[in-house]
């Protein structure tokens, strides 16, 4: 499996879990980085960034 074929993977399983807690965004990948901006009530947001902080393939998060 690709890097790409990974991604789009995860982004759609991203998709059907976002829309079921009320979250949107966006997402841009590039330069080996990643942006993702977050769209919902505070407390689904503040789970969610939660759930992603504990995800062992994310590395030096940043909160904007």
Known sequence: ????????????????????????GGLYIGDGCLFQCLE???AEIDKLYAKIQKEPRHKDLMLI
């Open 40 to 42: 919902g009530e505070e």
């Open 1 to 24: 499996e690709s890097n790409e074929q990974k991604v789009e993977r995860i982004v759609r399983k991203t998709r059907v879990n976002n829309r079921k807690n009320g979250v949107g």
